[in-house]
C-alpha cells in the first residue's frame, strides 16, 4: 500500500475475523491503519477502530436483529461514493467477507465504477468460533468434511433454497450462521431427512469475544434447551459428532481471566504490559489512558529544575521514583546538553525494579531496591548509608507524595526535589468506556497510581456521567499498591484487589488469585 493518490480512491472489503481483535489479517490491519473512512458492522471488534489514524472517518452500517441500519444496496451505493471522493475505503466485515458477507455484491458496484477495490479474506466465524469453544470442525476419529449453511431463509432468494434430504445424509459436521431464531425448523427437516435425534449439537454465542457462552444438547432437546436458556444471536450452531470434543477440548472459557473485561487506566505510553498480560490470560483490556505526562509547564518549576540539572555535580544521591521520571530526566538532560559524566559522584537509588531497570539500561548501577517498592521502605533500606549533610536531588512529579522527601530531611539530609514532569488529565475515548460501564460491561478497573483514580471520575463526569462513583461501585477495583488503594478508598470506592508488590505483574496475579 504506497502513497500514491488516485483521482478515484480505492475500497478494501476487509474480514475483520469472527470477534477477537487480534485474529484480522496483518493485510487487514494495514487496511484500518491506511483508511481515509472506515465503514464497519456490529461484528467487526470496536477494538479494531484503535488502529485508524488520526482524523479517519468511521461510519456504523450494521444490521441489528431487529432492526437495519442501512439496506445492503445503500451500503453498496456508500462505498461506490466515498471511493469517488478520492477516499480510501476499508469496509470492515465480521468473519470472512466471502462467507455470506455479501462481498461480492459489493465488489460488483465497485467494478461497474471502474473503483479499484481489494477483498481482504478473514478467519470465518464457521471454523473460528468452534474452535473456541473446544471443537474442532474436522477430526480423524469423527468426520473428514464440513459445510457451511446459512441459518436464514432470506424471502428474496439471496441464497438458494437449502437441500435438506441431502444435508441430513451428509456425514461430516454441519455449520449454521445466523441461524438461533430457524433453530426448530433446523432440527426437525434435519431429524426429517434421517438424521438421528440423538446427534450433538453445540451453539456457541458471541464466539472468541468476552461474552462467549456455549449451549450444548441433540437435536432432540437443544431447542428447549435455548428456550430455557434465553439463548440469543449472534451465534453460530454446530450439529455433528465432533460436538463431543468440547468436554476435552475447551480451553478459551478456562483461561484465568475469560469473561472478564477489564479497563486499563494507566498513561497511553505505559498501558500495553498490563494489556497484553490480561489478554494473554484471557481478559479483554479496555484501554482508557486518564493521565498524560509532559515537561512541567510552571516558568518557575522549569527554572529550578533546570538549575539543579546544571549542578549535578553537587549532588550525593539522586532518588528516582518512577519510569515516567527517568525517561524525563534525561530527555531533559538531553536538550539541556549537560554531559552525564557530572552526576558521576552521585549514587543512585530507585523505587521499584522498572525504576531500576530503565536506569540499567542506560548504564548506570542501582545502589539498592526494596522488596516493597515504596518510597519509605527505600529510607529503611538505606539507612545505614543515608549520612547528615549529603545532598539529595529528587526528580520526580509535580503531584508527588512528600513522604520521601520528608523522611529524608528527617535524616538531616538537604533535599533539592524538581518536578521533571506533570500529569495532566486525558479523557479521549471516556463517552465509549462511559457507555460500557452503563452496560455493565466492565468488571474490574485496575489502578495505576493515584492519578488515575482520581482523573478516571473527572473523566467519566466530563463525559456526561453526574455520580461515577455510583457506576464504578458496580466494578471489581483493583490498585497496584496501598497507596493507590487509600486514595480509591477515599475517594469512595471498595478496593477488591491489591497487588502484593507495587508491580504490573502482581497487579495482574490478584486479579485472578
Avoid at 476419529?141 to 438458494?160: L, R
Avoid at 549535578?312 to 525517561?327: A, C, K, Y
Wanted: glycine fraction near 8%; include cysteine; aromatic fraction near 6%.
Amino acid at each position: 500500500m504506497g502513497e500514491i493518490r488516485l483521482k478515484k480512491g480505492v475500497v478494501y472489503l476487509v474480514g475483520a475475523g469472527p470477534g477477537d481483535p487480534k485474529l484480522i489479517t496483518l493485510r487487514g490491519l494495514e487496511a484500518i491503519q491506511r483508511a481515509d473512512v472506515v465503514v464497519y458492522d456490529r461484528l467487526a471488534s470496536p477494538r479494531l477502530l484503535k488502529h485508524m489514524k488520526p482524523g479517519a472517518e468511521k461510519i456504523f452500517v450494521g444490521k441489528l436483529p431487529d432492526k437495519h441500519m442501512l439496506k445492503q444496496e445503500e451500503i453498496n451505493q456508500l462505498l461506490v461514493d466515498l471511493a469517488l471522493q478520492g477516499k480510501t475505503v476499508t469496509r470492515l466485515k465480521g468473519g470472512d467477507p466471502s462467507v455470506f458477507g455479501r462481498v461480492g455484491e459489493e465488489a460488483e458496484l465497485l467494478a461497474e465504477n471502474e473503483i479499484l477495490f481489494e477483498i481482504v479474506p478473514g478467519i470465518t466465524s464457521s471454523i473460528a468460533v468452534p474452535a473456541y469453544a473446544g471443537i474442532p470442525v474436522t477430526h480423524r476419529d469423527f468426520t473428514s468434511s464440513f459445510s457451511i449453511v446459512t441459518g436464514h431463509e432470506y424471502k428474496n432468494k439471496t441464497y438458494n433454497t437449502v437441500n435438506w434430504p441431502n444435508l441430513a445424509q451428509a456425514s461430516g459436521t454441519l455449520i449454521f450462521l445466523m441461524g438461533v431464531a430457524n433453530l426448530e425448523h433446523i432440527c426437525t427437516q434435519l431429524m426429517e431427512g434421517g438424521k438421528s435425534p440423538d446427534t450433538p449439537v453445540a451453539l456457541i454465542r458471541w464466539g472468541t469475544w468476552m461474552e462467549q457462552e456455549t449451549l450444548t444438547g441433540t437435536l432432540t432437546d437443544i431447542v428447549e434447551k435455548v428456550r430455557a436458556a434465553g439463548f440469543q444471536s449472534p451465534a453460530v450452531t454446530i450439529v455433528g459428532e465432533v460436538v463431543r470434543l468440547r468436554e476435552k477440548l475447551a480451553w478459551f472459557e478456562k483461561k484465568p481471566l475469560f469473561g472478564r473485561r477489564i479497563l486499563v487506566t494507566r498513561a497511553r505510553s505505559q498501558s500495553s504490559e498490563l494489556s497484553a498480560q490480561i489478554d494473554e490470560l484471557g481478559g479483554e483490556a479496555v484501554e482508557f489512558p486518564v493521565i498524560r505526562t509532559q515537561p512541567s509547564s510552571k516558568p518557575e518549576a522549569q527554572a529550578a529544575r533546570d538549575e539543579a540539572m546544571r549542578s549535578l555535580g553537587g549532588f550525593d544521591w539522586i532518588f528516582f521514583t518512577s519510569v515516567n521520571g527517568v525517561e524525563s530526566f534525561f530527555q531533559r538532560l538531553r536538550e539541556l546538553k549537560v554531559d552525564i559524566r557530572s552526576m558521576g559522584g552521585a549514587r543512585i537509588a530507585a523505587v521499584g525494579p522498572k525504576t531500576a531497570a530503565a536506569l540499567e539500561d542506560r548504564g548506570l548501577v542501582v545502589q539498592t531496591i526494596p522488596s516493597e517498592f515504596q518510597g519509605a521502605a527505600l529510607l529503611e533500606a538505606l539507612d545505614g548509608e543515608l549520612k547528615p549533610g549529603q545532598q539529595v536531588l529528587l526528580p520526580t512529579a509535580d503531584i508527588a507524595r512528600e513522604e520521601l522527601p520528608e523522611g529524608l530531611r528527617a535524616r538531616g539530609l538537604h533535599v533539592t526535589k524538581i518536578d521533571i514532569y506533570e500529569t495532566v488529565l486525558e479523557t479521549e475515548g471516556g463517552a465509549e468506556v462511559l457507555e460500557l460501564l452503563r452496560q455493565k460491561a466492565i468488571h474490574i478497573v485496575t489502578f495505576t497510581s493515584s492519578s488515575t483514580v482520581t482523573n478516571l471520575i473527572r473523566a467519566l463526569q466530563e463525559a456526561g456521567e453526574a455520580q461515577p462513583l455510583e457506576l464504578l461501585r458496580g466494578c471489581r477495583i483493583a490498585c497496584i499498591g496501598p497507596v493507590t488503594a487509600e486514595t480509591a478508598v477515599e475517594a469512595g470506592l471498595q478496593v477488591d484487589h491489591i497487588a502484593k508488590e507495587a508491580t504490573v505483574a502482581s497487579l495482574v496475579a490478584s486479579l485472578y488469585e
